[in-house]
């Protein structure tokens, strides 16, 4: 695992905070899971011939146990140990099946050293680097999808989120062979969100409008 110092010189970059931030975020959080994200929920139809997912940055795996609900086969990653332990938990209780790894998202050797594919990788509230995306291209299987959700702007009501937090349409420059099945800018309240949906396939990677 990479401590912050690491992080920065490496020009990697970190969601929020460090993996010690969110360890005593999710210390502070009740017992109770949060709800999946709403709109995975309404976005399920493009993943019915998936079987697979990998939850990348996964949290204390609000995604990952709405998924393996469904049926699916489940992987959490996170650099978090406190999330794990309590997506960990939450699956036992449920008697559900998710294959949880502690690992640095950030780091993209760890990324290659993963060992599986999927049908569908998903990011939700996390921003990688660009040079993340070519690396999930092979972890998915033929015709996978990359979903990503998360802001499109810093919200007034969370100052924890950042500038580089947030998505951008060029994040996805280094995507070859992908095809952008949807994007959608849709708003909470007064929170700003974008969604992104590529399918990995035989046609050249088309530009984000």
Not at 111 to 128: A, M, Q, S, T
Not at 152 to 180: C, G, H, R, T, Y
Request: aromatic share 12%; proline share 2%.
């Amino acid at each position: 695992m990479q401590d912050l110092a690491v992080c920065e010189q490496n020009n990697c970059q970190y969601y929020m905070g460090d993996s010690e931030w969110w360890d005593k975020r999710f210390k502070n959080r009740g017992n109770e899971i949060m709800s999946p994200e709403n709109q995975l929920k309404q976005d399920i139809d493009y993943f019915s011939t998936a079987k697979s997912f990998l939850d990348l940055a996964c949290g204390d795996g609000r995604n990952s146990i709405y998924l393996a609900q469904m049926g699916y086969e489940v992987y959490g990653v996170d650099f978090c140990i406190e999330a794990l332990k309590r997506l960990n938990l939450f699956a036992k209780t449920r008697k559900l099946s998710i294959k949880t790894r502690l690992m640095d998202v950030t780091s993209q050797d760890e990324l290659l050293n993963f060992g599986e594919k999927v049908d569908v990788v998903i990011v939700n509230h996390y921003r990688p680097i660009r040079e993340v995306y070519p690396i999930l291209s092979t972890m998915l299987n033929d015709n996978g999808i990359i979903w990503v959700n998360g802001f499109a702007s810093v919200p007034e009501d969370n100052l924890d989120v950042k500038e580089n937090d947030i998505l951008q349409d060029k994040d996805f420059e280094l995507l070859i062979n992908f095809e952008l099945l949807s994007k959608e800018n849709y708003a909470i309240g007064q929170r700003k969100f974008k969604r992104y949906i590529w399918k990995k396939g035989e046609q050249s990677c088309k530009q984000v409008r």
